[in-house]
């Protein structure tokens, strides 16, 4: 358990660098585009999910003051403080406690992770064609070490986030499974709430 809340934990500020890179790299913002922002929140949340996971002693409201202060101290390179930053960091810190209730409620442990892994995902995936188009639309064909220095960018984020996603359906898999055991066989309780 430790190592995948530590694996969140690196993913998610890995994915947060690399997003927050790429925003500063295009010049335009998350004005232009949707996906800034709702990558740096997916691994924000994410990195919390992991904390959560390496220390489950911490009181809620903690992981969800941290869901908030964090996208506040990302905007502090800025000068300003803009109405979007606070409306981000109040989303983030919604999005967080709902993620928690969820926990609390039916007693699955990686609902947040599986939302976030898979909001990263989607986003990867409208990068990965972007890129895919510039290099069909190049005019001529690419050496094979410059190929290779294309895909590695891709190729690494993908293998992190599909290990995480694969093992956020499988504890998902595994609790619906416990769920209906405990349907079929009542004498086995409901599951508690970890």
Excluded at 111 to 118: F, I
Aim: charged share 15%.
């Amino acid at each position: 358990m430790r190592f995948w809340g530590l694996y969140k934990l690196v993913v998610g500020i890995l994915a947060c660098i690399e997003s927050l890179l790429g925003i500063i790299r295009s010049g335009s913002g998350p004005a232009m585009n949707p996906w800034g922002p709702v990558t740096v929140g997916a691994a924000v949340l994410l990195a919390i999910e992991g904390i959560a996971e390496l220390f489950p002693q911490l009181h809620r409201w903690l992981l969800v003051s941290m869901a908030v202060v964090v996208p506040l101290g990302i905007s502090i390179s800025s000068v300003e403080w803009p109405l979007k930053a606070w409306m981000f960091a109040a989303s983030t810190g919604f999005v967080e406690w709902m993620f928690l209730r969820l926990k609390i409620v039916t007693g699955r442990m990686e609902t947040g992770s599986l939302a976030c892994v898979m909001a990263l995902a989607l986003s990867l995936a409208n990068t990965t064609v972007l890129l895919f188009r510039v290099y069909w639309s190049a005019p001529e064909f690419w050496p094979l070490g410059q190929i290779f220095r294309f895909m590695l960018p891709i190729a690494l984020p993908w293998t992190l986030i599909l290990i995480l996603l694969g093992h956020a359906a499988r504890e998902g898999a595994m609790a619906s499974e416990a769920d209906a055991e405990s349907e079929i066989r009542p004498e086995l309780g409901p599951r508690s709430a970890i």
